[in-house]
């Protein structure tokens, strides 16, 4: 199995990154490669799901690999495993567990990146959602980029290279591999040889997930996942009467909210209390009480971290359930307008063909605008329940 397993539906990005890594392994062996074939930062850009992160895991991977009589990336030895597994003592990987990654842990970063790689053959800095950088962090960032150190790699993800995501001087040091979305057949190609799902739910799941390759994952190994979507997808017939708006639009808050304390709960019980162990918790004799006073207020720090990522993954999650709606109208107008396109949601063909019957074009378009302007506004910190009922009345009127 080869780290580039991993990368669902993307040739040429893994055939321009294989190519990099190996000749990375020339500059490691003291040799020099052809120019401009390996470079010290990369841009990772492409749609929800496409597998930026993934990508840029698995390039990490092949820089870390220890095989030599083959091309980098096999995915068996110690470099590749601990590189995928997380525990590589010279890739870091920076995910904002918050809204925005802070210029604090830039700087820490950038410190650490300038280290020579202790274990492995490169020190690799992986910046997952770069495009949540504050202006400070983007401004430490770039000072690296500017003038990286010898055996560094910086690997950026972003939605694109657009400026509102990535700053123009980041950007502009930064060699591009744009993902797509990938394919049906291969997601459940992936779900299949990776995941061990079976042929049918990975068919399924691959087929409804519009592209996202996390999503149909997820979709096929949790059950409730798959409940979510569908208390979604009955929403749009569902509304009948004006009383029903605030039924539904509590329906979305509360699977968000439920989204966000199942994926987050495990996680916060065991940081506080490893916390508290650290920090002396049960402890007796002299300094007990100064370290009790201390470990109050890392705890606080803590609480504060642990809301602000439970905001992201509520929103997250909400943002989940509204592509799915946008999808439902979308393939409603496929539907009237008789067009041959592919439906977002197959298995809902059906709902498809009523709502298309019941509405006008016009009707189905002001609802999947309202749908895109709900998210939208809670992009912008809009509070989620004020966009939802906004949108799930615009979804009733029509």
């Keep these: 199995m080869s780290v580039w397993d991993e990368v669902v539906g993307q040739p ?73 597994h ?7 990987v920076v995910a904002p567990e918050g809204l925005s990654i802070s210029v604090a842990e830039m700087r820490s970063l950038v410190q650490i990146s300038a280290r020579r790689p202790t274990s492995g053959r490169w020190q690799v800095v992986i910046i997952e959602d770069a495009d949540r950088l504050t202006e400070g962090a983007a401004n430490a960032l770039l000072k690296a980029v500017e003038e990286p150190p010898e055996r560094t790699v910086f ?26 979305s990938p394919r049906s057949a291969a997601i459940a190609t992936a ?13 399924w799941a691959a087929s409804v997930c519009g592209g996202h390759v996390g999503r149909a994952r997820r979709l096929a190994l949790d059950e409730q996942t798959r409940d979510r979507r569908e208390s979604v997808l009955r ?40 916390l508290e162990t ?7 004799g002299k300094g007990t009480a100064a370290a009790g006073r201390g470990a109050k207020g890392a705890l606080k720090d803590l609480e504060k971290r642990q809301k602000s990522r439970a905001t992201r993954t509520q ?3 909400l943002d989940m359930a509204l592509v799915d709606l946008a999808g439902f109208y979308r393939d409603a107008l496929v539907t009237k307008t008789g067009s041959e396109a592919a439906l977002m949601h197959p298995d809902r063909a059906s709902d498809s063909r009523t709502a298309a019957a019941q509405w006008s074009q016009e009707s189905i378009l002001r609802r999947l605008e309202a749908v895109l302007a709900c998210r939208e506004a809670i992009e912008v910190n809009v509070k989620p329940r004020i966009a939802i009922e906004a949108m799930v009345t615009t979804l009733h009127r029509g």
């Excluded at 929800?48 to 390039?59: D, H, K, L, N, V």
């Excluded at 009948?240 to 019980?269: G, H, M, Q």
Aim: aromatic share 2%; proline share 7%.
């Design 12 to 84: 040429d990005a893994v055939a321009t990154l294989s190519a990099a890594a190996e000749a990375a392994a020339v500059i490691v062996a003291g040799g020099t490669p052809a120019p401009g074939v390996m470079t010290h930062a990369w841009l990772f850009t492409g749609p929800p799901g496409s597998g930026r992160s993934s990508t840029a895991r698995a390039f990490a991977g092949a820089l870390q690999c220890v095989v030599t009589d083959d091309r980098p990336g096999c995915g068996e030895c110690n470099g590749c495993r601990t590189t995928l």
């Design 191 to 203: 779900l299949e040889t990776v995941d061990g799902v079976p042929p049918e739910m990975a068919q």
């Design 278 to 284: 650290a920090m002396g918790a049960g402890g007796t």
């Design 155 to 180: 690997l950026l993800c972003a939605p694109s290279a657009h400026p509102d995501d990535v700053s123009v001087t980041i950007r502009s040091r930064c060699r591009l591999v744009s993902l797509g």
């Design 86 to 92: 997380g525990t590589h003592a010279d890739v870091r």
């Design 235 to 274: 929403i749009p017939l569902a509304l009948r009467k004006p009383a029903d708006v605030f039924t539904c639009a509590d329906e979305l808050i509360k699977a968000a909210e439920e989204d966000a304390s199942t994926a987050n709960e495990a996680r916060d019980e065991a940081e506080r209390e490893a």
């Design 315 to 317: 929103r997250d999650s």
